[in-house]
């Protein structure tokens, strides 16, 4: 039988400010990585967030992001490898405070935004997230955009790693994401996500931009919670995959 693990970023509201569902999406995933306080969250976030997991039995992944919560560190920066290992060490190592606190296994590490396509690209930013991520915790499991330099990377450092393919966002003809300042790059018909969802598991494959088709491997789908119809597009990609006989569970390896 066919299994996929539904994954969602989320605690992504930071003080006075709310963003995203959380407590409706939650009940709905098997994994959710959660914001670690320097693209959007923040200490009390965090200690919910991993408490919510706790409740509904989902896993727990840290996302750690570039420190621009101004810019919901969906812009690049340029940072050398040695700041961006700092700054994921010091992500999922606040995480991992609050999973260890709450009794949970701090599961999985997802980084975000921009940190997450440029790494997808670039074998040195790869390199630095999987060196951080084995030095906090070796049993952690690396969630990377399928095919990408980061999968690369963990395969090198021997991380275990999930492929994830993406409901919502577009792709270009080399497998990575289109930008999100180009026209089509956020999938919003609930329909057409759930269609490219059931032919990436089924198929393993994904029509790019261009037309042209691309293989991928689909060990979990990415629904990003921020988007304003996350709930809606959580509950469709759970409904077809059940019709269509595909379990949702979270990965294993």
Known sequence: MLSI????????????????????????????????????????????????????????????????????????????????????????????????????????????????NMAAKDYKLAEAICQAVKEVDETLILLALSGSEMLRAAKDYEITYASEIFADRAYQSDGTLVPRSRKGAVIEDEEKAVSRVLRMVKEGKVKAEDGKEISLNADSVCVHGDGIKALAFVRKIREGLAVNGIDVTGFSF
């Open 5 to 116: 693990d539904l994954n969602c970023d989320l605690g992504e509201s930071f003080g006075a400010y709310k963003m995203g569902m959380d407590e409706e999406i939650l009940p709905l995933i098997t994994s959710a990585n959660i914001a670690c306080g320097f693209h959007a969250g923040d200490p009390l976030v965090m200690e919910r967030s991993v408490a919510l997991c706790k409740v509904h039995g989902v896993r727990a992944g840290a996302h750690p992001g570039f420190p621009d919560l101004s810019g919901f560190g969906r812009r690049n920066m340029s940072l050398s490898p040695k700041e961006v290992k700092a700054c994921v060490i010091y992500q999922v190592g606040a995480l991992k405070a609050f999973c260890d606190r709450a009794s949970i296994k701090l599961y999985h590490v997802k980084p975000h935004g921009a940190l997450y």
